[in-house]
């Protein structure tokens, strides 16, 4: 664990997490699933048009997967079909067994549940997605919130919605510095420190790696979220 800011990490009471990347082991699906959106809208795999999409795709990994495309595609109903595609072809993978919790994580999050606080995944993918995420992990009820773009107002990451949703939400902290923003892109940090939260994390079990994180302002860097109930065990 490599820490950043010392001395922050007092009085956790809400934990939003991530979930591919950081909760969620999902072996590179993003951009397989991405190379079909790409497909339906008429990229050819290998040329030079999709390795700059991939490069972004990969650039800007944890932001909503709806911005990226539209990012890409330009306007509107080009990037609704390369959503619609791509949301299609990743539950089609997660249908197919290909996603496994990050080690611990399921255990971390019911570490954190056992000691008084409140978790809360968060994705930028659609819901359908990932609800289809939740079921193929057998997640469901495990938390007692789970957040996508759409459930705060339509702004993913990097934008602190969806943080700042969970906090309105649950009412589990009086102030935004009793949050803790745990995930595995600078997209996850620069949202939680967008929010105000008190303890913002990257993990390295994903996208990113630590001169990003620190870039973005994370607080803190962890081997995998498996380690954020000690490095809280101590912050009540």
């Not at 040329?47 to 509107?76: C, N, P, Q, W, Y």
């Not at 549940?113 to 819901?127: I, K, N």
């Not at 940090?189 to 913002?200: I, P, T, W």
């Not at 607080?219 to 912050?235: E, I, M, N, Y």
């Amino acid at each position: 664990m490599t820490e950043i800011t010392p001395g922050i990490t007092s009085d956790i009471r809400l934990v939003v997490l991530d979930m591919a990347g950081t909760t969620v082991a999902d072996g590179g699906l993003v951009e397989r699933a991405f190379e079909a959106a790409a497909i339906e809208l008429g990229v050819t795999p290998g040329s030079a048009e999709h390795a700059g999409h991939l490069a972004h795709v990969r650039a800007t990994m944890g932001e909503s997967k709806i911005s990226v495309f539209r990012h890409l595609f330009g306007d509107e109903d080009r990037a609704q079909r390369a959503s619609t595609a791509f949301e299609k072809a990743y539950g089609d993978l997660v249908d197919a067994g290909l996603v496994a919790p990050v080690p611990g994580a399921r255990e971390s999050i019911e570490e954190l549940a056992g000691s008084g606080r409140t978790v809360v995944l968060t994705t930028g993918f659609a819901r359908v997605t990932q609800d289809a995420v939740l079921d193929a992990l057998g997640w469901r009820g495990l938390v007692p919130l789970t957040l996508c773009p759409a459930d705060a107002g339509g702004r993913g990451r990097p934008y602190p919605d969806m943080v700042l949703e969970a906090f309105v939400r649950t009412k589990a902290a009086e102030d935004v510095r009793q949050v803790a923003v745990v995930g595995d892109t600078s997209y996850d940090v620069l949202s939680g420190v967008r929010a105000g939260a008190g303890l913002v994390a990257g993990v390295r079990t994903g996208a990113h790696r630590d001169d990003a994180f620190r870039a973005a302002g994370a607080t803190h860097v962890l081997d995998s979220v498996a380690g954020l109930p000690a490095l809280l065990s101590g912050a009540r």
